[in-house]
């Protein structure tokens, strides 16, 4: 069945250093959308890529799907604390209206 | 406008019970999508239900269960409750279609002594 996996699995930095997650699928991609989970909270929606080679920002944050559709990566630019939490990929396979979580990274902060 | 609600927060049920998760979605929305996340993991998708009826569904067996009524809120059941079934439990609900986002509630956590 699909998988998607993360890497890391988890990252520590030091506030102000960069930080990236990376997102693989074992199969072809419709779409992807990232989510954050801050500790004891629920996912919240970051952002969703539909195109190849598609690249997003949000002011620090940079999204790329990869452009055979099966890899995707979240960097952000010189960390604060609050971007402590877990990094979830959820991909979404064409024909199917599941998404398959990835792995996910957790990232801390260090002030 | 209420985000999506989910109730109770927290339950603690005894193996063999059974156990029922109420989800009411974001208003606007139709369709409703359950989760199973345990502790350290990602996610895991165990159905999703639009216009009342299942439409697809992750591999979990048939002890999990589900309903949505016409206003378009949902319920997970949850029958002869297993230890491993201890984990938080995520209702997220969405417009219908393949590519629109996904507002997650808050989540039940539930943990089965």
């Known amino acids: 069945g699909q998988q998607v996996m993360q890497i890391p699995q988890y990252q520590h930095v030091q506030e102000g250093e960069d930080f990236t997650t990376y997102c693989n699928s074992s199969?072809?991609?419709?779409?992807i959308q990232w989510y954050k989970q801050r500790p004891g909270g629920h996912p919240v929606f970051l952002i969703q890529?539909?195109?190849?080679?598609e690249v997003k920002k949000q002011k620090r944050l940079t999204f790329q799907f990869g452009e055979a559709k099966k890899n995707s990566s979240l960097h952000i630019t010189a960390t604060q604390t609050t971007d402590v939490g877990t990094y979830f990929c959820a991909g979404h396979a064409s024909g199917t209206y599941k998404y398959i979580f990835g792995t996910g990274t957790r990232l801390k902060v260090l002030a | 406008d209420a985000g999506v609600t989910q109730s109770p927060t927290h339950l603690i049920k005894t193996r063999g019970q059974q156990v029922t998760l109420r989800c009411s979605p974001k208003?606007?929305?139709?369709?409703v999508s359950w989760y199973q996340q345990a502790l350290g993991q990602g996610p895991q998708f165990i159905f999703q239900y639009y216009e009342e009826e299942e439409r697809q569904r992750g591999n979990f067996p048939d002890r999990f269960s589900g309903h949505q009524f016409p206003n378009y809120s949902s319920e997970l059941n949850v029958n002869a409750l297993l230890l491993g079934d201890s984990a938080l439990y995520l209702c997220?609900?969405?417009?219908?279609?393949?590519?629109?986002?996904?507002?997650f509630g808050q989540g039940t956590r539930l943990t089965v002594v």
């Open positions: 199969t072809t991609l419709s779409n």
């Open positions: 997220a609900s969405s417009l219908e279609g393949f590519n629109t986002e996904a507002f």
């Open positions: 208003s606007g929305h139709d369709t």
């Open positions: 890529l539909v195109k190849s080679g």
